[in-house]
């Protein structure tokens, strides 16, 4: 929201739904573009709430589901 692209609000919300939708595991990230937005993913948790997206679909929701998800 704060690099005022017109419809990345919306875009990420059907990328989500379809995501959902499809059972297409996701990696979340906070797409830092500078040092202190590193790991800020305030404006993430409420579309992941919006969308009602599951956690088992998050593949990087913590270090043992990534590595499940990377088979090692």
Request: include cysteine.
């Amino acid at each position: 929201p704060t690099r005022n692209k017109p419809n990345a609000r919306e875009n990420n919300l059907t990328i989500l739904r379809l995501c959902k939708k499809y059972e297409v595991p996701v990696i979340l990230g906070s797409d830092a573009h500078i040092s202190f937005d590193i790991a800020r993913y305030d404006n993430l948790y409420e579309l992941l709430q919006l969308t009602g997206f599951p956690e088992e679909l998050i593949m990087n929701r913590d270090v043992k589901s990534f590595k499940e998800y990377l088979h090692l």
